[in-house]
């Protein structure tokens, strides 16, 4: 079976405040929206932020849908960037969790959460290459 992500779906409690971090702080527009969900077309997948009640109804979990142990990751082309787009996410609504820092592993990463409270880690790694579409390549 091919390795592959198709649709990533967050829960949210508000569109307009979850599409104000996406848009202003991403930059990110999103290809279709309604008043429950927006879809952002990414490099090979899709993010879907929905409604919590709406996700957790479609699952039939209700009840369920929260930020979990887990982190997403927007890897950027240098050490700079990485503060400068942290710093544009917290300006439009995201909360700081780390700031940037050089991890003993190498590289340098923080991390932010968006305004539901999911996770998201800003990391350079000079080992992973990012073409021109923004597609990450594993490297060591």
Do not use: C
Not at 74 to 95: C, F, K, M, P, Y
Not at 96 to 120: E, K, N, Q
Not at 121 to 132: C, G, R, S, T, V
């Amino acid at each position: 079976m091919q390795q592959q992500i198709s649709v990533i779906t967050l829960g949210i409690a508000d569109l307009a405040r979850s599409r104000r971090f996406y848009g202003e702080g991403f930059g990110w527009t999103p290809v279709f929206e309604n008043p429950e969900i927006a879809f952002y077309q990414m490099n090979g997948l899709v993010l879907g932020t929905w409604l919590k009640p709406e996700l957790e109804k479609d699952m039939q979990r209700p009840g369920l849908v929260s930020p979990g142990a887990f982190a997403l990751a927007h890897n950027v082309g240098s050490v700079e960037a990485v503060n400068t787009l942290i710093d544009r996410l917290v300006q439009a609504g995201g909360r700081l969790l780390r700031p940037g820092d050089a991890p003993v592993h190498g590289g340098f990463r923080g991390y932010v959460a968006d305004p539901d409270d999911h996770g998201w880690e800003i990391a350079f790694n000079p080992a992973w290459a990012i073409d021109e579409n923004g597609h990450v390549s594993f490297g060591l």
